[in-house]
Structure formats: C-alpha cells, structure tokens
Nanobody, 120 residues
Framework: QVHVVESGGGLVQAGGSLRLSCTASGSRFRVNVLAWYRQAPGKQREVVATMTRGGIMDYADSVQGRFTISRDNERSMHLQMNSLKPDDTAVYYC???????????????WGQGTQVTVSS
C-alpha cells in the first residue's frame, strides 16, 4: 500500500509565498512521476507541475516562472510557490504514479489535498 501525504497549505496575501510538500510512503515500489494538481471551486482539477524519477520537470503555463519543484529523493518533493495570486486559490493535491516492484504494475495514488488561499 502506498500513502501520499501533502502539507504546507495555508492563507497568504497576494504576492506572498508558500511551500508545499509531498511524500509517498510504503514499501516495494518505485516512483515514476510525482505531480501537483489543483482544483478551485467550480473548476476541474488541473495539473500544476510534474517531476519524473529522472528529474525532468514541467510546469503549467499559468505557474511558469512563479512555482518551482524540488525534491529530497524520488519519494519526496516540494512545491515553492512565489508571487501568489488570488487565482492560485485551490485545493492542491499530490499525485504519485508508481510501479510495484514485485508485480510491475503501474498504479496511481492521490493525497488528501491541502488548501491554499490567496487573499487580494
């Protein structure tokens, strides 16, 4: 079983910064991709940023230049969010694409989400 946990959300004024963290825990798996998604009220969930096991990063156009991914290891990553805007207000979810070591199955897991609120 794989558990994905996020932390670090909160309330910040426009122009401020927050740092989110995500950790995938469990045994006998390799992470293929860790990703951040967000979902604002009344909107569909959208991808914000991704990082592959090999360290390739990608960002949504809406956050390019403001958000940065970093990681401690393949199972733990952070999202540094700078110059936050009210439009960034959403629940942020971590998503893990993993391969089970024994079976070779590719499985997907979501965290419970963390609220980010940016006031104007």
């Amino acid at each position: 079983q794989v558990h994905v946990v996020e932390s670090g959300g909160g309330l910040v004024q426009a122009g401020g910064s927050l740092r989110l963290s995500c950790t995938a825990s469990g045994s006998r798996f390799r992470v293929n991709v860790l990703a951040w998604y967000r979902q604002a009220p009344g909107k569909q969930r959208e991808v914000v940023a991704t990082m592959t096991r090999g360290g390739i990063m990608d960002y949504a156009d809406s956050v390019q230049g403001r958000f940065t991914i970093s990681r401690d290891n393949e199972r733990s990553m952070h999202l540094q969010m700078n110059s936050l805007k009210p439009d960034d207000t959403a629940v942020y979810y971590c998503h893990a694409n993993i391969t089970q070591s024994i079976t070779g199955y590719v499985l997907y897991y979501w965290g419970q989400g963390t609220q980010v609120t940016v006031s104007s």
